[in-house]
Structure formats: C-alpha cells, structure tokens
C-alpha cells in the first residue's frame, strides 16, 4: 500500500509560482514512476506531467511544458512539482500519483490539493 500526501498549494497571482511537494510512504519509492494530475471545476482529471524512477525521463503535457518541472528525491520519498509563470487557467485541485514500475497504471493517488491563480 501507497499512501501519498500533498502539500504546497495555495493562492498566487498569474505570474507567479508554487511548489507541489507529495511525499510518499512506500520503502521501495525509487522503484514508483510518479505523476502530477489536476482536476479543474467542471473538469475531468487531466494529466500534467510524469517522471520514471531514475528522474532522468520525465513527460508532461503540452499545457505547461516549459512552466512547470517534475523532480523527485529518492531518499526523501518525494516528488515536486515547480510551477512557474502560472496562468487562471491553471487553477485546479492537483493531484500526485504513484505507480509501480515504467508500465503500470497509477493506482495510488493524493488527497490532492488546491492551487488558485488569480488573475
């Protein structure tokens, strides 16, 4: 059993930046491809970004590519997501996940929390 806790959001003019942290209570965490989803008002939870256990391979999507940064450190059980130059549009409930291996599915998910942008 996974389980992951968020922390980091908050309220931040466009323009700004926020650091999602999501630390994870798993020993083997270095052997977790971890991920970054949100869910905005009326939405349905989209991918953000993704980094294999190494951190050396990392994805995102084409909405904050160039704006955001996946990181993790293994001997912390954590994973970060760096948001820079954030938009309105980028408010959502942001969501880290966890899945084992490079192939398999995220099944272990945060309680997510809230990042507002205000324009």
């Known amino acids: 059993q996974v389980q992951l806790v968020e922390s980091g959001g908050g309220l931040v003019q466009a323009g700004g930046s926020l650091r999602l942290s999501c630390s994870a209570s798993v020993r083997t965490f270095s052997t977790y491809t971890m991920g970054w989803f949100r869910q905005a008002p009326g939405k349905e939870r989209a991918f953000v970004a993704r980094?294999?256990?190494?951190?050396?391979?990392?994805y995102y999507a084409d909405s904050v590519k160039g704006r955001f940064t996946i990181s993790r450190d293994n001997a912390k059980n954590t994973v970060y997501l760096q948001m820079n130059s954030l938009k309105p549009e980028d408010t959502a409930v942001y969501y880290c996940a966890a899945a084992a291996g490079v192939g398999g599915s995220f099944e272990y998910w945060g309680q997510g929390t809230q990042v507002t942008v205000s324009s």
């Open positions: 980094i294999r256990w190494s951190g050396g391979d990392t």
